[in-house]
């Protein structure tokens, strides 16, 4: 019986096992398990040795994103960028491939038609109208892709390049007049605004601008990063963020420091920069990566002043749609993943957990 796990410590609030176990009920593989494990830094080399053959993949959260590294026989390129692992796939030689699909999530939830959120809302109000595919033709989709190919980063050669299907991006273009590229914010510079980095790049972003509490730490992590993938990079305070003008706003931070982004938002007394330029649809794309408690202090703001919003729940679908794939050589359907995890979300909120 295939067996997968997420682990991470304090590991408790996961919604892994949901999408997973949703994806796995979807596409009918009825034999495939998947749990969670609170696995911390000391203790995970021991726990992935211990792991038979059955075990197919891993799911990584914090703070396990870098001693994975330690365990991994190959890690991709997007892994190696970001400095983070967020998965892990066996090997037939035992060993395991290393990932990252922190960032194609990104990419994925930027860059979307809809929101995912909102087009689930709006079918959950017609649910006579929603329509999924069979499992013969679900599993008709295309193979996995191998764990050593080389992920591409850049908009002439990565599958997320901004293209037609790219629609936010196209119309943000479309209404700002930035026929070369758009341009990026990342509000921290935590782990994650290094996958946060490397998605909009291959979004196209060739301008980001970072607003963190330290800059100079800021710099210290992102400079050399942004260097390689041939980004013009700026650091600035946290404080100054609503008067960047940019299209594309991916904020990283945790609970406690978006509430002070969204502080700041509301009392600058206007929006981002883009809403204030690009005027009524032309304005800002905000992904706040927090999903829990939603929509977010950071994402009432956000909205009220003319953003279009996108919840942290659509990268975390998407990002499971690419370990599932990984894993099991059969992909998703997203709707059918984000559907399970607001069901969740909104049971937890109901008992108060």
Known sequence: MPRAFVLGSPIRHSLSPVLHRAAYASLGLTDWTYDAADVDEAGFPAFVAGLGADVRGLSLTMPLKQVAFTVASLVSERARLAGAINTLVRRADGG??????DIAGIVAALGGATSLSVRWRDEAEAPGQETRPSVAERRSGRD?????ASPRHFPDSSPFAPNASHNRVASWRANSGAADSPSGVILGAGATARSALIALRELGCRRVTVCARNPEKAWASLGELAGGLDVELTVRDLAGWPGVAAG?????????????????LRGSGTGPGCVRGCGPGGGVVVLDVVYAGWPTPLARAAEAVGAEVVSGLDMLVHQ???????????????GVLLKEGWAELSRRAALGD
């Open 248 to 264: 594309l706003v991916v904020s990283t931070l945790p609970v406690a420091g978006a509430l002070g982004a969204a502080e700041v």
């Open 144 to 148: 996995c892709p191998s764990a050593s």
């Open 96 to 101: 395991w491939d290393a990932d990252n699909t």
């Open 320 to 334: 499971a749609v690419e370990q599932v794939q990984l894993m099991t050589g059969f992909r998703p359907d997203a």
